[in-house]
């Protein structure tokens, strides 16, 4: 199956610092790709879509100048938490749409703000 | 409102039972996709039906949709300790925007 990645893993850091997450489809090519948060015990909240070559599309109440996306190649997508506060530390999944229908899941990071 | 709401939220079975999940949605959808998630995971696509199938099977698991009830029900029969995970549905949003919209999951706990 189609394998997508993130990295980091997981990432600690401190107020007001900013942290990148990277998400990267390994075996196929990516036109698009959706960025989640996922707070504990719940579901997944789509924040936005990230398209290659073009601007993100932000779901409403998500912050576009907090959260950055860039989509900077058909492979990579990268989501930027500026200033993180306590209240940013989440779970951030990313997808990989391969076709119409099929989305694949990275396994995920974990963002703690100390 | 929110889409593709689990009900119930969590469910403890003996291993060798069968596990049924239900979800609902509002909107007209092209299809519900159903995933797992082990603790602190990613997603796992299991299976998904289009808006024209009432039923597909994929191994030990059995997905129904009923459009007219915009429902839908994930059956994993001759459940196994290895089950135990939260189960989500998702369906797209339609409009072509191939979002897809995550209900609020299950955690399913099989007891060896």
């Known amino acids: 199956g189609a394998v997508v990645s993130q990295h980091p893993s997981r990432v600690i850091c401190k107020s007001g610092t900013s942290v990148k997450i990277e998400c990267r489809s390994l075996d196929f090519q990516a036109t698009t790709m959706f960025w989640y948060r996922q707070f504990p015990k719940k579901s997944l909240m789509l924040m936005a879509t990230?398209?290659?070559?073009?601007?993100?599309?932000?779901e409403q109440g998500v912050e576009k100048d907090k959260f950055l996306i860039n989509h900077a190649s058909l492979t990579l997508s990268t989501l930027t938490v500026t200033s993180a506060h306590p209240e940013d530390s989440s779970f951030y999944i990313c997808s990989a749409r391969r076709n119409s229908y099929e989305q694949y899941f990275g396994p995920g990071t974990r963002l703690t703000v100390t | 409102s929110q889409q593709g709401e689990e009900d119930p939220q969590a469910l403890s079975i003996q291993e060798g039972e069968n596990a049924t999940m239900n979800c609902s949605y509002k909107t007209s959808i092209n299809n519900l996709q159903w995933y797992r998630q082990n603790s602190g995971r990613g997603l796992v696509h299991l299976i998904l039906i289009r808006s024209n199938e009432r039923e597909k099977h994929s191994g030990r698991l059995r997905v129904t949709l009923d459009t007219s009830k915009k429902s839908s029900s994930l059956l994993i029969t001759a459940s196994r300790a290895a089950d135990t995970a939260s189960y989500f549905c998702?369906?797209?949003?339609?409009?072509?925007?191939?979002?897809?919209?995550f209900g609020k999951g299950m955690k399913l706990t099989v007891n060896p």
């Open positions: 998702a369906t797209d949003a339609g409009g072509g925007s191939e979002k897809l919209v």
């Open positions: 990230s398209n290659e070559g073009s601007k993100a599309t932000y």
